[in-house]
């Protein structure tokens, strides 16, 4: 939001990347552990490298996953991310930029590019290193400098933002906040 009210200064339509970590396995760390993954799925071992709290989310991961077609652990993490994760990422992005009167278009998301995408083979998608297909189509447009950096995410220092006195990682500051928000709205 703070970033959205900066960019209307200057403009009143954005492109934003969100969709491309989900379609290209640009979390490839998740992705290469459901790949190589060789006994049944669990949720807690798919939560230990999803979650950034020390709260579990396995209860709402579990149902969320309910009713995925798929039997691999790479399916199922796939859809996931593709559906339920994507979605509330969409679902940021237009809230932060609509209370700006921004438009923030999301060219990843565009059902000709999930089409296609579908059905890829692992190998195919994520390379050596994450979100390999962009960074074949952009290898001689973009500096190689940009192509082979290390993923860096948004990092929103949320340990200072939600820092307090208890013995409670940022995150879980974040979510008792929320969870105090929304009591108050009662």
């Known amino acids: 939001y703070k970033m959205t009210q900066q960019v209307k200064k200057k403009n009143t339509v954005v492109i934003s990347g969100e969709g491309a970590d989900e379609l290209f396995w640009g979390y490839d760390r998740i992705f290469k552990w ?50 339920i994760h994507l979605e509330g990422l969409l679902r940021r992005v237009d809230n932060s930029t ?11 998301v565009d059902h000709r590019l999930v089409e296609m995408m579908a059905g890829t083979p692992f190998k195919w998608r994520i390379g050596n290193s994450f979100k ?5 189509i952009f290898k001689d447009l973009i500096t190689n400098k940009i192509i082979t950096r ?29 969870i105090d928000l929304l009591k108050c709205k009662r």
């Open 98 to 108: 609509m209370m700006c009167s921004v438009e923030a278009r999301v060219p990843f």
């Open 34 to 83: 459901a790949h190589n993954l060789e006994r049944p799925f669990k949720i807690s071992e798919f939560d230990e490298y999803y979650c950034y709290g020390s709260h579990k989310d396995d209860e709402v991961i579990d149902f969320a996953l309910e009713k995925v077609k798929g039997t691999s652990a790479l399916e199922k993490i796939a859809y996931y991310f593709q559906t």
């Open 132 to 136: 390999e297909p962009l960074k074949r």
């Open 150 to 178: 290390k993923k860096i995410g948004f990092p929103v220092p949320l340990e200072s933002i939600f820092a307090s006195t208890s013995n409670k990682r940022g995150f879980d500051n974040w979510l008792d906040y929320n």
